[in-house]
């Protein structure tokens, strides 16, 4: 029995990668949640029922930029969603991505056509690039940055890189782009539960309980 | 078993059957251009296969189903009439010789000596190396000795199909004969692969042609396939193309999309890593192929084809279960297997950050006490 390297990527090393994603993942929350919180023995500010809610509702309020400072972030967080949103819809409305994602929870749904899918990934390969110029030339952001974020940058990059290439069967055989293409999606699951790709699952999470201990200490946000 | 002696050139055969020289120059531009040759290979190729002796063929059948050798009898152009009583001297073919046993072997013997170094091989079936070759013999040789021996004095072997070029179904898992393609035994001859199960009739014979009338070996892929017939992969060439690029799958054989001939990725075509001509030259002298009607590439011209899952599930989709396609079940017991590791190791971890909590509160309660009067 031959393995050949599109072989290896859509199967031996999937299977690794998406064990380590998934076992990473709940690893790292179940780190996280099941860890003591400090009790706060201030007498709360506002009923438990309300600071609980005003957490959850935090995550959509906190989702937009502050009316005071739309001018200096507006640009950056629009950067952020049109990428996230174009980063999703080649993820779920791409034929080839949705046959990946069905074969895998037992379910299908009506995707976008190729052409369609081909123009929102140059649109957001082209935001990508904003961002990664944003990071390099903002000194603020620049400082901030270590490792991590370049990193998690250039997996994430590598898997829409090849993606095109392979829809666009560009370089490589066909074969090749495609192996190429699953075995970077296999580093980018990998890489996902250790580095800051993990925002994906504590955004939401951990803006909701800052704003809750806030709440609670009389600073609803 | 020729048609007359080798001694013969094609131009000569061809004379004798009243064929003119306009006539056999347009045909050979025909030919140079259905193997997608430069236009000025026509001429080039009159003029070679006029002055040619026609080339002695072997043609062996190891480990097979006769599938190739039907398919090569069924060539619309060239015919296989044409080939063997005009361009070439078949001078060994166990399925079509009249002649039987000792007779048959020491026609074998003959040709391999008399035209030994310049007889062009054709080899079909791979060849079983298991139980000391015996699931393969003939006059009591096993097949790998056969093709060792025919081997030596080749110009050129041509593997036909996919067994002989890539081990086929008889070398997929487990391999229960050893079965091995003909490049695995011989190393010191050029090969030409022609895959496929069967490879299409006109890509036998036209490479066969290739090669008489160029004398030379053409552009191989790294399969070692000629380019001319394996260059494009179906999908490329696929009439259901604009489908996959709209997006448009058929789910099942029998839905709308599978009426209205929308693409079959989703049924599990192998058109996008299947390299051959079958959306270009088709069968049956181009009246069709798989796909045209209605069934999605098996991508039989590729290596390992029959080990690389199931026919028809998606190539985009997930293939790491131990049923060789994903089943949901598999796929739960997957993930619930790595999300418990996952789970122990977060609780672990959980119980190591508690200890420290623990400890970094007793330190500062310490530290505390030490600071109160």
């Known amino acids: ?221 | 078993m020729s048609a007359s002696g080798p001694g013969l050139t094609v131009g000569e055969m061809l004379r004798k059957h009243g064929v003119s020289r306009r006539g056999f120059i347009k045909y050979c531009t025909a030919t140079a251009s259905a193997l997608a040759l430069p236009p000025w290979m026509g001429a080039a190729m009159a003029e070679q296969l006029r002055n040619a002796p026609r080339p002695s063929v072997v043609y062996l059948s190891f480990q097979e189903c006769t599938g190739c050798f039907e398919a090569f009898t069924r060539s619309f152009s060239p015919t296989i009439e044409h080939l063997m009583f005009d361009i070439i001297s078949l001078d060994y073919d166990d399925t079509l010789m009249a002649a039987s046993g000792t007779a048959a072997e020491s026609a074998l013997a003959s040709v391999m000596k008399e035209h030994f170094g310049r007889y062009v091989l054709i080899v079909d079936g791979s060849i079983p190396t298991g139980a000391s070759g015996a699931y393969c013999t003939s006059g009591g040789r096993s097949a790998e000795v056969i093709l060792r021996e025919a081997a030596k004095g080749a110009a050129v072997i041509l593997a036909v199909g996919t067994c002989s070029a890539f081990g086929g179904i008889p070398f997929a898992d487990p391999n229960p004969t050893g079965a091995w393609p003909v490049s695995a035994i011989v190393g010191d001859r050029p090969i030409i692969n022609v895959s496929g199960c069967p490879p299409i009739p006109e890509v036998i014979t036209g490479t066969l042609l290739q090669y008489v009338t160029t004398g030379s070996l053409p552009d191989l892929d790294e399969n070692r396939r000629p380019r001319a017939f394996y260059g494009n992969s179906i999908h490329d060439r696929c009439y259901r193309r604009p489908f996959y690029d709209e997006g448009k799958f058929a789910k099942t054989f029998d839905d709308e999309g599978a009426r209205n001939g929308w693409c079959l990725y989703e049924l599990g075509c192998k058109g996008p890593t299947t390299y051959n001509a079958c959306a270009t030259v088709k069968w049956n002298g181009g009246t069709s192929f798989p796909i045209e009607s209605g069934h999605g590439c098996i991508g039989c011209s590729e290596p390992g084809f029959w080990d690389k899952g199931s026919f028809y599930t998606a190539q985009a989709a997930a293939d790491f279960t131990k049923s060789g396609e994903t089943r949901p079940l598999e796929v739960l017991e997957f993930a619930g297997a790595t999300l418990t590791v996952g789970a122990v190791l977060g609780a672990g971890s959980a119980g190591v950050g508690r200890l420290r909590q623990h400890r970094s509160e007793l330190d500062e309660v310490a530290q505390n006490d030490k600071g109160t009067p």
């Open chain 1, 1 to 221: 029995m031959t393995l050949d390297l599109l072989g290896f990527a859509r199967g031996p090393a999937l299977k690794a990668a998406l064990a380590i994603f998934c076992a990473g993942v709940v690893w790292r929350i179940a780190a996280f949640a099941l860890l003591r919180i400090r009790r706060d023995l201030n007498r709360p500010r506002t009923s438990m029922l309300k600071y609980m809610s005003m957490g959850v509702l935090a995550i959509g309020t906190r989702s937009w930029p502050h009316p005071q400072f739309v001018k200096r972030t507006g640009a950056g967080e629009a950067l952020g969603y049109s990428y996230h949103l174009g980063l999703f819809a080649i993820l779920l409305l791409f034929g080839p991505h949705i046959e990946f994602l069905g074969s895998l929870f037992g379910f299908t749904w009506p995707g976008l056509p190729s052409g369609v899918i081909t123009g929102i990934s140059a649109v957001t390969l082209t935001l990508f690039l904003g961002v990664l110029y944003r990071r390099v030339t903002s000194r603020v952001i620049r400082m901030l940055s270590n490792f991590d974020d370049y990193f998690s940058w250039f997996v994430t990059m590598l898997v829409m890189v090849t993606g095109m290439a392979t829809t666009a069967h560009l370089g490589a055989r066909y074969e090749t782009l495609l192996a190429l293409h699953i075995l970077s999606v296999d580093l980018l699951l990998v890489w996902f539960p250790f580095g800051k790709l993990m925002h994906a699952f504590y955004i939401f999470p951990s803006r909701a309980i800052n704003s809750a201990i806030l709440a609670r200490k009389g600073a609803p946000s």
